[in-house]
């Protein structure tokens, strides 16, 4: 169910739905926001792999001071800013989506597009009608515009994206990279958690990212978004095309 944020100004009575007014006035300027001493998130926007059309994109991350303002809409040569997320989408109108922090907590609202911004499903506003302000909680999923012509070209597809709020850098790194382990001198064999059956020896398998380990042919699915990977497991997002120029010193320091 989605939560409205708390306006701070009085509302006006009005029978159309999603009339309700938006804080933008109440927003502080960006300026001296770390010489304030305000609250710090870090947001993480990975893609939400629901189709084999999913859009895949860059993984994008912020260290989000509260009350700033960060503008989300189609990708331009004209306006790249820190403050500024955007996506090569036709279907995402330049100025479709605001995003911000308050009291720590993030929240978002349309900003009169024309082919809508989704929470969790469901539609913000109508068509060019600014939206009110949606409380955001960890692992919501956001939409921006639907599929044009069934989303077979790239360029035309929805944009389609999952929150990871405040977390830890690849919490799963402790999970084992091996199918077998050692405990108490017995052997544990580990199973894939797609079929079910053993990870044997001689077998060809999966490391994910997170450490989770899968049979490649029960994987092989899951890698239809390639580069994007979502574990099963974790639902930890990875780039499988992220370089792998690591020394064997850093691992092992």
């Given at each position: 169910?989605l939560?409205?944020?708390?306006?701070?100004?009085?509302?006006s009575?009005?029978?159309?739905?999603?009339?309700a007014?938006s804080?933008?006035?109440n927003?502080?300027?960006?300026s001296n926001?770390?010489?304030?001493?305000?609250?710090?998130s870090h947001?993480?926007?990975?893609?939400?792999?629901?189709?084999?059309?999913s859009?895949?994109f860059?993984?994008?991350e912020r260290?989000?001071?509260?009350?700033t303002?960060l503008?989300?809409?189609?990708?331009?040569?004209k306006?790249?800013s820190?403050?500024?997320?955007?996506?090569?989408?036709k279907?995402v109108?330049?100025?479709h989506?605001?995003l911000?922090t308050?009291?720590?907590k993030?929240y978002?609202?349309?900003t009169k597009?024309s082919?809508?911004?989704?929470?969790?499903h469901?539609?913000?506003?109508?068509?060019?009608?600014e939206?009110?302000?949606?409380?955001?909680?960890?692992?919501?999923v956001?939409?921006?515009?639907v599929?044009?012509q069934g989303g077979?070209e790239?360029?035309?597809?929805?944009?389609?994206m999952?929150?990871?709020i405040?977390?830890?850098?690849m919490?799963?790194?402790?999970?084992?990279?091996?199918g077998?382990k050692?405990e108490d001198e017995?052997i544990?064999?580990?199973?894939?958690?797609?079929c079910?059956?053993?990870l044997a020896?001689l077998?060809?398998l999966f490391?994910?990212p997170c450490?989770?380990?899968?049979?490649y042919?029960?994987a092989r699915?899951?890698?239809?978004?390639?580069?994007?990977?979502l574990c099963?497991?974790?639902r930890?997002?990875a780039?499988l095309?992220?370089?792998v120029?690591?020394?064997a010193?850093?691992?092992?320091?």
């Amino acid at each position: 169910m989605l939560t409205a944020a708390t306006l701070t100004a009085p509302t006006s009575s009005s029978s159309r739905p999603f009339s309700a007014p938006s804080e933008t006035t109440n927003i502080p300027d960006n300026s001296n926001l770390q010489e304030n001493g305000k609250l710090t998130s870090h947001l993480r926007i990975v893609p939400h792999l629901d189709t084999s059309r999913s859009l895949v994109f860059t993984v994008i991350e912020r260290d989000v001071t509260d009350g700033t303002l960060l503008k989300i809409g189609r990708f331009t040569d004209k306006y790249a800013s820190p403050t500024r997320i955007t996506f090569k989408s036709k279907v995402v109108s330049r100025g479709h989506a605001e995003l911000w922090t308050k009291n720590g907590k993030f929240y978002i609202r349309d900003t009169k597009s024309s082919s809508g911004t989704f929470l969790n499903h469901v539609r913000l506003s109508p068509p060019n009608q600014e939206s009110r302000p949606f409380l955001l909680n960890d692992g919501d999923v956001i939409q921006l515009g639907v599929d044009y012509q069934g989303g077979t070209e790239e360029i035309y597809r929805s944009v389609k994206m999952r929150l990871e709020i405040n977390h830890s850098a690849m919490g799963c790194r402790d999970s084992n990279f091996s199918g077998i382990k050692e405990e108490d001198e017995d052997i544990h064999v580990e199973e894939c958690c797609i079929c079910l059956y053993a990870l044997a020896p001689l077998q060809s398998l999966f490391v994910a990212p997170c450490s989770h380990t899968f049979h490649y042919k029960c994987a092989r699915p899951l890698l239809m978004n390639h580069p994007g990977f979502l574990c099963p497991l974790c639902r930890s997002y990875a780039d499988l095309d992220a370089s792998v120029a690591i020394e064997a010193s850093e691992v092992s320091g």
